[in-house]
């Protein structure tokens, strides 16, 4: 191995943090009597996703120059999807370039199959995650990373039309977050609000997280696995040499940084104080945000990048709660949706690059529209489908009881009360 291999390995071994972070939030934000739930949720869709993307995920995803089916309009070759053996035959584990993606992309599809966890926090069932983050990971996930990172069409846009470098994202603000995001925003859909979320007139009540410190803590947790994330990311998919890590690191902490206090700041303004939960959401809308533009962009657009990550992570948490009244518990849409769609525009707007190309922004601007008009769409209807062969929401009596008792048989915190009698006063 290169020690450039070595180096990006090493920021691989870091990615793990990252949704082991995301799992604490998620699961901090939910309520007390289906923690354990979500945390073996947790575990058991990054497990799937896992084995999906190894069996047929990166068959379709596959690397940049490698075999992959094509169609000919418009006078150019447009790569839409790879064509690797499945199980990962033919491509030795070997520290090659190669072997790091495939490795990484294990870690990215399980992160994506993560988030939307969030969203169908307290209500969706364990079998149900599964198979939805089995779908994500072996069809949606890898055939939208294709299209960024596998040579695809949207990489092939500067080529092909001269807008810029082509779609550009370093860490996986588009592939992971969004599509994470977007399929967060599809389960919450299908699944509706939990009981006695939206009271008389349809004003949401508030059902807070029951644990702020595992939040926080997650928030820590997640930064590090950040830094690993856009490192190796940027190494692999846009060719950054060893010593732009220093960059990277510094623009995503700066992110994260600038999210925190822009949230904390707007939830003074509001509410008079800060609040800790959506405190946390901006850290972490920071840190999507920033994985797009890490390594284009200097230090002080990744301050602006943050900052306005924090606030829209805010404003958009109320916005999808009332006037939508959409139940987000643990924030994903807002936070791993609209973030991440904002950093993936910042990388058009602050970019910087030695030629100076034209039309990045409109490229980012391709990907965009790409994201919210094929892969929502797409990702809603496997999700529909799923529900339709089998309901993904648990039972009105497994909500009353917690995922916990009802799913698993026993609760997180067994010498404490868990549940109040919400449901007898509907």
């Not at 799937?48 to 309009?73: E, L």
């Not at 997650?218 to 998919?237: D, M, S």
């Not at 990744?302 to 990550?309: R, S």
């Amino acid at each position: 191995m290169t020690p450039v291999s070595v180096l990006c390995l090493f920021f691989i071994f870091l990615a793990p943090l990252a949704p082991a972070g995301i799992s604490l939030i998620n699961t901090g934000l939910g309520r007390s009597r289906s923690a354990a739930h979500a945390m073996l949720a947790s575990l058991c869709v990054i497990a799937v996703a896992a084995i999906a993307y190894a069996i047929c995920g990166f068959a379709w995803q596959g690397v940049a120059g490698g075999p992959a089916h094509s169609f000919r309009a418009a006078g150019n070759e447009w790569n839409w999807i790879a064509a690797e053996p499945l199980f990962l035959r033919g491509r030795p584990m070997d520290g090659s370039p190669a072997s790091l993606v495939i490795l990484l992309q294990m870690l990215g599809a399980g992160l994506a199959a993560l988030i939307p966890l969030g969203s169908g926090a307290d209500r969706w069932r364990l079998g149900a995650s599964c198979a939805s983050a089995a779908v994500l990971a072996g069809f949606t996930y890898p055939l939208f990373a294709h299209w960024v990172w596998g040579g695809g069409w949207l990489a092939q846009l500067g080529v092909n039309y001269g807008l810029g470098h082509g779609f550009l994202d370093a860490g996986g603000a588009s592939c992971i977050q969004t599509v994470g995001g977007l399929t967060a925003l599809s389960v919450a859909l299908i699944l509706g609000p939990r009981r006695a979320k939206f009271v008389t007139g349809g004003l949401p009540a508030a059902i807070p997280g029951h644990d702020a410190v595992v939040v926080l803590f997650g928030c820590f947790l997640a930064w590090l696995g950040w830094l690993g994330l856009n490192a190796a990311g940027a190494i692999l998919f846009t060719g950054a040499e060893p010593g732009r890590v220093v960059l990277v690191a510094a623009n995503t902490t700066l992110c994260a940084a600038a999210g925190l206090l822009a949230a904390v700041a707007t939830t003074s303004v509001r509410f008079g104080r800060p609040d800790a939960s959506l405190c946390a959401n901006g850290w972490v809308g920071g840190l999507v945000a920033s994985s797009a533009a890490c390594a284009f962009v200097p230090p002080a657009a990744a301050l602006a990048i943050g900052l306005i990550a924090g606030v829209l992570v805010t404003i958009t948490i109320a916005y999808v709660e009332m006037p939508l009244s959409i139940d987000d518990p643990g924030g994903a849409i807002s936070v791993h949706a609209a973030a991440s769609l904002w950093g993936v525009l910042a990388l058009g707007i602050f970019a910087q690059f030695p030629d100076n190309p034209s039309g990045q922004w409109l490229a980012q601007l391709v990907g965009i529209a790409t994201l919210l008009g094929f892969v929502f769409p797409l990702t809603y209807s496997l999700n529909w489908i799923l529900n339709r062969v089998a309901s993904q929401r648990v039972a009105p009596e497994g909500e009353r009881q917690g995922m916990d008792l009802y799913e698993l048989g026993a609760g997180a915190y067994p010498e404490f009360v868990t549940h109040n009698d919400e449901f007898t006063q509907l």
